[in-house]
């Protein structure tokens, strides 16, 4: 029998089964947010795509953005630290008026 590796969260992970949306400089990329904390989210992109620094996940059901930066990635699924996120239903900064032309072409 494996044994699980401990985890090392400090905070307990909620499964959130959310469509979303990466978004980088030049980068949209649909994706899936799997679970989330306080402190982060575990998100699972339809296609294989090496993300580094930082990025913007929109969750689409709360018209959120997400501001992460990228703390490890395995195959399809990446992990991200959460610095910040905002509503896309008002004015946004200029950092995440990107984030906010794909919320509205999504249909947000």
Not at 15 to 35: S, T, Y
Not at 69 to 93: D, H, I, N
Request: charged residues 20%.
């Amino acid at each position: 029998m494996t044994q699980q590796p401990p985890d090392r969260r400090f905070e307990p992970r909620h499964p959130a089964n959310a469509r979303g949306i990466v978004v980088a400089p030049g980068l949209e990329l649909p994706c899936l947010i799997v679970d989330q904390s306080g402190a982060g989210l575990r998100v699972r992109l339809d296609r294989g795509f090496a993300l580094t620094g930082t990025v913007i996940v929109i969750d689409l059901a709360r018209g959120m953005a997400i501001e992460c930066t990228v703390a490890w990635s395995k195959g399809l699924e990446v992990g991200l630290k959460q610095s910040g996120q905002m509503s896309l239903r008002g004015l946004v900064p200029s950092r995440f008026a990107a984030a906010r032309e794909a919320f509205r072409r999504a249909g947000g």
